[in-house]
């Protein structure tokens, strides 16, 4: 059976549940939500020690302001409603992403790292204003700028995930085969799942479903 370390998480498809179900994309946000509390339940269940969720990407300012004031303004009261919770549950919340927001949000963001920094149970990296070619970019620049020699181990160190082992599993929803420039380095093994359901349909039995037969792959790492 194959250890099951890091999970990451392309949560797609609110907006098309939204318009679907409540005539409103934003609805189909707010759902999500909900989808999300209950995946990182899960992934303590499971003993999972890293979860990576695709919250923001960097392409995604080009959508309506309104829909992006609302995703940010769900943000803010996700964490002023659950960070107390989350810090209870031993849970170390890292924002991986270009953090260039309002000063009240950054300092949110600031905040909730600090406040969680020590603990143990679980660490979810928030990907926020995200995007792998900025951050792959960023860590060659500070290579150049560092006199760094360019290999692999260096190249680690200036990842925003540079603490943090590969993702073993990649779980996008939504019925979309694509990688939306996530974690583009860090996937290069790991095991992908598309899976039809959208965000806030997907389930806890669907998530252990994909783990169930993550486990049993026969992961190859260029080995026979
Ligand atoms: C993913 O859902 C969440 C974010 C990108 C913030 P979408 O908003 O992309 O939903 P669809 O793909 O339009 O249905
Ligand atoms: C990817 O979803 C980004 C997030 C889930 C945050 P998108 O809906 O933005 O991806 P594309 O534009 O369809 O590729
Ligand atoms: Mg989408």
């Given at each position: 059976?194959?250890p099951?370390?890091h999970?990451?998480?392309i949560?797609d498809?609110?907006?098309r549940?939204?318009?679907?179900h409540k005539?409103s994309?934003?609805?189909?946000?707010?759902a999500?939500?909900?989808?999300?509390?209950?995946?990182?339940k899960?992934?303590?269940?499971n003993k999972?020690?890293?979860l990576?969720l695709?919250?923001f990407s960097?392409?995604?300012?080009?959508?309506p302001?309104?829909?992006?004031?609302?995703?940010?303004?769900l943000l803010?009261?996700?964490?002023n409603?659950?960070?107390d919770?989350?810090?209870k549950?031993?849970?170390k919340?890292?924002?991986?992403g270009n953090?260039?927001f309002s000063?009240?949000?950054?300092?949110l963001?600031n905040t909730?790292?600090?406040k969680t920094?020590?603990?143990k149970k679980l660490q979810?990296n928030?990907?926020?204003n995200?995007g792998?070619?900025?951050?792959?970019?960023?860590?060659?620049k500070?290579?150049q700028?560092?006199?760094?020699?360019?290999?692999e181990?260096?190249l680690?160190?200036?990842l925003q995930?540079?603490d943090?082992?590969?993702?073993d599993?990649l779980i996008?929803?939504?019925?979309?085969?694509?990688?939306?420039?996530?974690l583009?380095?860090?996937?290069a093994?790991?095991?992908?799942?598309?899976e039809?359901k959208l965000?806030p349909e997907?389930?806890?039995k669907?998530?252990?479903?994909i783990?169930k037969k993550?486990?049993i792959i026969?992961?190859?790492f260029?080995k026979?």
């Amino acid at each position: 059976m194959n250890p099951l370390n890091h999970v990451a998480i392309i949560m797609d498809g609110n907006g098309r549940w939204g318009l679907k179900h409540k005539n409103s994309r934003n609805a189909g946000h707010k759902a999500g939500l909900i989808t999300v509390e209950k995946v990182i339940k899960e992934t303590i269940r499971n003993k999972i020690g890293f979860l990576t969720l695709y919250a923001f990407s960097t392409e995604n300012w080009k959508r309506p302001k309104k829909e992006i004031n609302f995703l940010f303004s769900l943000l803010e009261s996700f964490l002023n409603n659950r960070l107390d919770e989350l810090h209870k549950q031993n849970i170390k919340l890292k924002i991986i992403g270009n953090k260039n927001f309002s000063k009240k949000l950054n300092q949110l963001l600031n905040t909730a790292e600090k406040k969680t920094l020590k603990n143990k149970k679980l660490q979810i990296n928030l990907a926020l204003n995200y995007g792998s070619k900025f951050e792959l970019l960023n860590a060659f620049k500070n290579l150049q700028k560092n006199k760094a020699k360019i290999n692999e181990k260096n190249l680690r160190k200036y990842l925003q995930t540079a603490d943090v082992p590969d993702p073993d599993l990649l779980i996008r929803t939504g019925n979309t085969k694509r990688l939306s420039n996530f974690l583009l380095w860090q996937l290069a093994y790991s095991e992908i799942f598309f899976e039809k359901k959208l965000w806030p349909e997907f389930n806890v039995k669907d998530y252990n479903k994909i783990i169930k037969k993550y486990k049993i792959i026969k992961r190859n790492f260029g080995k026979i």
